[in-house]
């Protein structure tokens, strides 16, 4: 199934799939070998950083043989994508999914663009996500978060006919401070106007039970990032200091293990909540 078309019968549905990103072959594994278990679909999302790093052609080769060697149902997306140039590159080599991210821009420019990707997508069959409002990304103030206004939602998905919305209700990338306070009534009516597939960006350091809410509130897909690569880093320098082991295949395992299990865990939560 397309993921369009399994992202709009999860809007009806109230059902949801966690989106995670990837690094390098050891977080795709670690993803992977979760899901797997779980016998659950994801989504592996593919930054213009992550696609600099491994490169593009590898990038993508390596998680749809991944996909198939693990034996799950899975969809790779182009995660913030900042250029319609990016997108065309990344539909080129069979992205099933990209998200335009022009929500730094206007009402306008963040429209024209995304239509743009809407219509180039359509020869693709591919699933189109946007970002109206603002997420804060890493590193940046949160005070620069600006919610999504629920008319202007309406009026984005009508103009643009994009597939699936990235909302700024409260969630930013990276760690917080304190216990993130998403505005759930400002999520239900964003859904009762635009009745289309809702994404939460920012999904690291969210509790359980609001991601829960969130879910039957409207959103479809949660994107985690962060504690991924916290959770491999955080395991590879333990045992590093602990052993001078220099078979990196007997090292690297520990770390695809914590990925594994904080993997496991996430999709717990957005299965229980779907
Ligand atoms: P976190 O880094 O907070 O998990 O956010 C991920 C994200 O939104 C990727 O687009
Ligand atoms: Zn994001
Ligand atoms: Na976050």
């Not at 799939?17 to 594994?29: I, K």
């Not at 198939?68 to 990016?86: C, F, K, N, P, R």
């Not at 206007?106 to 603002?134: C, H, I, M, S, W």
């Amino acid at each position: 199934m397309t993921l369009k078309d399994k992202l709009s019968q999860l809007s009806t549905s109230n059902g949801c799939l966690l989106a995670t990103n990837f690094y390098n072959f050891e977080t795709l594994s670690g993803v992977l070998s979760a899901a797997a278990e779980r016998d659950s679909s994801v989504i592996l999302q593919l930054t213009q950083g992550s696609i600099e790093y491994m490169g593009l052609h590898t990038a993508v080769s390596m998680a749809r043989s991944a996909m198939q060697e693990y034996g799950v149902e899975a969809w790779i997306h182009l995660d913030h994508a900042g250029s319609y140039e990016l997108v065309v590159s990344c539909l080129d080599v069979g992205f099933d999914s990209v998200m335009i991210d022009y929500s730094e821009r206007t009402f306008q420019e963040n429209a024209t663009v995304t239509r743009r990707v809407v219509e180039l997508a359509e020869k693709y069959g591919a699933n189109v996500e946007a970002e109206l409002g603002y997420v804060a990304k890493l590193g940046q103030s949160k005070e620069k978060l600006g919610f999504t206004d629920p008319q202007e939602a309406q009026q984005f998905v009508n103009e643009t006919g994009v597939h699936a919305l990235a909302v700024a209700i409260g969630s930013a990338h990276g760690f917080y401070k304190a216990e993130p306070k998403l505005d759930l009534d400002l999520l239900r009516e964003i859904k009762r106007m635009t009745q289309i597939p809702l994404v939460l960006h920012g999904g690291s350091g969210i509790p359980a039970a609001t991601l829960m809410e969130s879910i039957k509130l409207g959103i479809c897909k949660i994107n985690l990032a962060t504690e991924i690569k916290d959770a491999f880093m955080r395991k590879l320098q333990e045992v590093l200091v602990e052993n001078e082991e220099i078979d990196l295949r007997k090292t690297f395992p520990y770390a695809v293990s914590s990925i594994k299990d904080l993997v496991s865990a996430k999709l717990n939560v957005v299965n229980t909540g779907s």
